[in-house]
């Protein structure tokens, strides 16, 4: 069963499925323009949700248009809005641990992401999922900034703003 909620922008779907795979489309003929999969199903089947993936995120600066979404196993990723690579820049090689510095022994098979980030200017916002009903995890909130070619994700809960 789908669950997402696609977005269409410039005349181009974007989709996740159940698996944590985004696919872009042409909108008008239906035409698969690039497919990506993080293999989340290699962690076995995520915490509480099973396969279960609501969505995707848009951001844009310019010319640097990225699709950003959460996965089934716990990271957040940035792909090339146009050609569904990862944005090397971005945390290590396209994706970012949001496990990371939870201050306990990780078992990947108790995290999960399922809802679309939410993003506001440079500020990701994500509600994680955990079998071990973390606190910290459900709180995480990922400040985005750029600065010499290379993106920096800070999980910190000061604002890079001040």
Request: aromatic share 8%; glycine share 10%.
């Amino acid at each position: 069963m789908n669950e997402a909620t696609p977005l269409v922008i410039n005349g181009v779907l974007y989709t996740s499925t159940s698996m944590s795979q985004v696919a872009a489309l042409d909108a008008v003929t239906g035409k698969t323009l690039w497919t990506y999969d993080p293999k989340t199903y290699e962690n076995g089947t995520p915490a509480n949700i099973g396969f279960v993936h609501r969505g995707v995120s848009y951001w844009e600066d310019g010319d640097d248009k990225r699709v950003i979404y959460a996965t089934g196993d716990g990271y957040l990723i940035a792909l090339n809005a146009k050609t569904g690579e990862p944005i090397a820049s971005f945390g290590k090689e396209g994706r970012v641990d949001l496990t990371k510095g939870l201050r306990r022994p990780i078992d990947r098979s108790l995290y999960a992401c399922s809802s679309p980030p939410v993003i506001c200017r440079d500020v990701v916002v994500i509600r994680h999922q955990s079998g071990a009903a973390s606190r910290d995890a459900a709180r995480r909130c990922a400040w985005i900034r750029r600065a010499n070619g290379r993106t920096e994700v800070d999980f910190s809960n000061d604002s890079p703003r001040g």
